[in-house]
C-alpha cells in the first residue's frame, strides 16, 4: 500500500483493513537545537516541508523509483515527524534513516522484530525528532550531504542507501471493532461522563546526521503482536534533495532558509518536552554511542553546523498522553 501525496503530506490508507484506518505524516521543519553538552526540549514546527512525488517529476536523472517522494532540505538543517490518525486508529511503524532503523540502531529489516520492538505505535507516540539514544533522550535529526561520513548510517554501518522509509502496519479490522463498540458501551451506561482526548497536533543526495540532544522518550509498544495485520503493510520512500537543486529538479523555488537562533529565541517561540515516565521505552541502544555531526566536523577540522551558539534551554511546556 503506497500512500497518496497531497498537501505536502503523505496519507495512508486501508479501506481493504478498516474505513477508520488512516494515517497522515508531516515531515516539519524546525529549529536545528545547538550541538552541544546541552539537552533541549522540543523546539516546535515552522511548517511542513514540500513533498513532491517521483512520478511527477519529468527528469529521468533524478526522478528515482516512482514510488518514491522528494524532500528538499537545506544542508545541516533539520526536521522531525508528525504522525496522526483522525479516529485514533493504532498503527505500528518503522523507521529507516539510511538503512539503520531510528529506534534501535540496527540494520533495517523489512521483517517487524517484536522481539526487538524495533517500531513505535501511534498514537502513544506523536512525533519522532530524531535518534533514539536512552529512554529520555534523541540526537536531532539533521540533514548531511553523503560520502563525508556524516550521516548516521554512514558512521555506524559505512554506507547510507540515501532513502528515509516509513513502513506502517494498521491494527487489525476486528479489534478495532471491538475496542470502538466497548467505548459506545460505556458511552451508554455512563452518559454524564464525557471523554476528552487530546490529538497530537546535492544533486548526489542527503542523508540525516545526529545533531543536538532533545528530550524525548519513544513510547513501550503496548499491543499484542497478533493485533497487528501484517499482511497489510504499506511503505513511502522519502529521498532528501539539497534545497539548492530544488528548483532545477522542480522548478520552483526552494522554501527559506531556516531562521539562525538568535532570531528565533528574539521572537519567544515556545519549547516542548514529549516525555511519559509510564510509557518511557527503557535502556539505551546502539545509537548511544553515535557521534554528533558536531564532533564529526572537528576530528575532521571542518565546521558543518553554521549559527550553533549556545544558549540556556528555555523552560519547556510539557506535553504527553
Not at 32 to 43: A, C, F, K, Q, S
Not at 276 to 298: N, Q
Request: charge should be negative.
Amino acid at each position: 500500500m503506497s500512500p497518496i501525496v497531497t498537501r505536502n503530506q503523505l496519507s495512508f490508507a486501508f479501506p481493504d483493513v478498516h474505513p477508520d484506518a488512516r494515517l497522515h505524516i508531516r515531515v516539519q521543519r524546525t529549529l536545528r537545537v545547538p550541538d552541544d553538552e546541552n539537552t533541549y526540549g522540543l523546539p516546535p514546527g515552522l511548517g511542513s516541508f514540500p513533498l513532491i512525488s517521483a512520478e511527477t517529476i519529468d527528469r529521468p536523472a533524478h526522478s528515482g523509483a516512482g514510488t518514491d517522494v522528494f524532500l528538499p532540505m537545506w544542508q545541516a538543517e533539520a526536521a522531525w515527524l508528525d504522525f496522526s490518525s483522525p479516529e485514533d486508529y493504532p498503527f505500528l511503524v518503522r523507521i529507516s534513516v539510511g538503512g539503520i532503523n531510528a529506534v534501535t540502531g540496527e540494520d533495517f529489516t523489512d521483517a517487524i522484530d517484536f522481539v526487538g520492538e524495533d517500531y513505535f505505535e501511534v498514537p502513544e507516540q506523536p512525533w519522532l525528532d530524531g535518534f533514539r539514544v536512552d529512554e529520555k533522550t534523541v540526537r536531532q535529526f539533521v540533514a548531511m550531504p553523503l560520502g563525508e561520513g556524516y550521516t548516521a548510517a554512514e558512521q555506524l554501518g559505512g554506507t547510507d542507501d540515501g532513502r528515509l522509509r516509513i513502513q506502517v502496519t494498521p491494527l487489525r479490522a476486528a479489534t478495532w471493532d471491538e475496542r470502538v463498540a466497548a467505548r459506545r458501551a460505556a458511552r451508554s451506561v455512563e452518559p454524564d461522563t464525557i471523554e476528552l482526548c487530546a490529538m497530537p497536533g546535492s544533486t548526489d543526495g542527503m542523508g540525516m546526521g545526529a545533531g543536538g540532544s532533545i528530550t524525548q522518550s519513544i513510547a513501550t509498544p503496548v499491543e499484542p503482536r497478533t493485533n497487528w495485520d501484517t499482511g497489510a503493510t504499506g511503505e513511502a520512500t522519502l529521498r532528501i534533495i539539497n534545497s539548492a537543486d530544488w528548483e532545477g529538479l522542480t522548478g520552483t523555488a526552494p522554501h527559506h532558509e531556516p531562521p539562525p537562533i538568535e532570531e528565533y529565541l528574539e521572537h519567544g517561540y515556545p519549547w516542548f518536552e514529549w516525555y511519559d515516565d509510564s510509557l518511557a521505552r527503557r535502556g539505551g541502544s546502539k545509537l548511544s554511542d553515535l557521534k554528533t555531526v558536531k564532533e564529526i566536523g572537528d576530528a575532521k577540522g571542518e565546521s558543518p553546523l553554521p549559527d550553533n551558539p549556545s544558549f540556556d534551554p528555555p523552560e519547556p511546556h510539557v506535553v504527553g498522553p
